[in-house]
């Protein structure tokens, strides 16, 4: 986990589907009202606040009340750790996958 006040490892905020359609869904807009998240999804209200404190406690969901009204935007920023993560693969399968280009050229020859 990075910095950020996080209470929660950004990779558990994005392993489930609902919480990854929650953060596309920020990402689109600048700021999102509550009852306007719970209308994209078929479930509660209740279930929907669940999955934006996941995202709050890694520091992907800020939150302010407006009235009576709560609006969340995106911090994108935790996810750079995720990005970090699938870089390092990234690069391991392409020079593995070299190698195996390799092999299979020597062997032809």
């Known amino acids: 986990m990075s910095g950020n006040n996080q209470t929660r490892d ?17 990402a689109e807009a600048e ?3 509550l009852h306007e998240l719970t ?8 279930a929907v606040s669940k999955h934006l404190t996941v995202q709050k406690e890694a520091g992907l969901a800020l939150d302010r ?3 009576r009204e709560t609006r ?3 911090n994108a920023y935790p996810l750079q750790e995720v990005q970090d993560w699938a870089a ?10 070299l190698r195996l280009q390799q092999l299979l050229e020597e062997e032809e020859e």
Do not use: C, H
Not at 39 to 46: A, E, H, L, P
């Open 10 to 26: 950004v990779f558990d905020a994005i392993a489930d589907p609902m919480r990854r359609e929650l953060i596309r869904l920020l």
């Open 31 to 33: 700021e999102v009202p």
């Open 39 to 46: 209308s994209q999804f078929s479930m509660g209200r209740t």
């Open 65 to 67: 009340k407006v009235g």
């Open 72 to 74: 969340f935007r995106l």
């Open 88 to 97: 390092f693969y990234s690069k391991f399968w392409r020079v593995n996958m």
